[in-house]
T-cell receptor, first 116, second 111 residues
Framework: DAGVIQSPRHEVTEMGQEVTLRCKPISGHNSLFWYRQTMMRGLELLIYFNNNVPIDDSGMPEDRFSAKMPNASFSTLKIQPSEPRDSAVYFC??????????????FGPGTRLTVL | EDKVVQSPLSLVVHEGDTVTLNCSYEVTNFRSLLWYKQEKKAPTFLFMLTSSGIEKKSGRLSSILDKKELSSILNITATQTGDSAIYLCAVPQGGSEKLVFGKGTKLTVNP
């Protein structure tokens, strides 16, 4: 079974440009999480969805960041306009429904974003 | 505020050594603790612990939870260079699916 799929794997863009990161969760998982990882701040949760509904977006840095989950198999994280301080690795993770198993999140390979 | 603290932050050992990584937590309504291994890519799941004193084992890796001490340890015996990675500890935030991660322990195993 395929794991979490993210695209693109690498993105280099210029300051001010719009960036869209994509994620396909594991089939049957009903929670999806977007994280950002940097050396300075470690792994930070940006937003998570349950059954396609945003539950907690308190980690989204500012209005330049937005996330959507139009259906159970697809989510996007958009940054507009991008800034150099957004450079990081962005991970998507998903978890299965029900009981304690839902605590276990499975991570995608990440998108390494560089904003020049 | 919920938090997870890992120690040491980094560790350098020789192949064949045994290492112990530590994780302590403060969280309301504790329900589980998770360990992940992160090499040069995404974190991969190792263990989920829910009960005190019950060891989880996978090959040379093992982990145990102590709810009284609000902590967990991850042991790696007979280390190999392939064990070099960042090991992350996480707990779900009370009443939420959010995981609170520690900063990680960077393990380097030299040949």
């Amino acid at each position: 079974d395929a794991g979490v799929i993210q695209s693109p794997r690498h993105e280099v863009t210029e300051m001010g440009q719009e960036v869209t990161l994509r994620c396909k969760p594991i089939s049957g998982h009903n929670s999806l999480f977007w994280y950002r990882q940097t050396m300075m701040r470690g792994l930070e949760l940006l937003i998570y969805f349950n059954n396609n509904v945003p539950i907690d977006d308190s980690g989204m840095p500012e209005d330049r960041f937005s996330a959507k989950m139009p259906n159970a198999s697809f989510s996007t994280l958009k940054i507009q306009p991008s800034e150099p301080r957004d450079s990081a690795v962005y991970f998507c993770a998903s978890s299965p429904p029900g009981g304690r198993e839902t605590d276990t999140q499975y991570f995608g390979p990440g998108t390494r974003l560089t904003v020049l | 505020e919920d938090k997870v603290v890992q120690s040491p932050l980094s560790l350098v050992v020789h192949e064949g050594d045994t290492v112990t990584l530590n994780c302590s937590y403060e969280v309301t309504n504790f329900r589980s603790l998770l360990w992940y291994k992160q090499e040069k890519k995404a974190p991969t799941f190792l263990f989920m612990l829910t009960s005190s004193g019950i060891e989880k084992k996978s090959g040379r890796l093992s982990s145990i939870l102590d709810k009284k001490e609000l902590s967990s340890i991850l042991n790696i015996t007979a280390t190999q260079t392939g064990d070099s990675a960042i090991y992350l500890c996480a707990v779900p935030q009370g009443g939420s699916e959010k995981l609170v991660f520690g900063k990680g322990t960077k393990l380097t195993v030299n040949p």
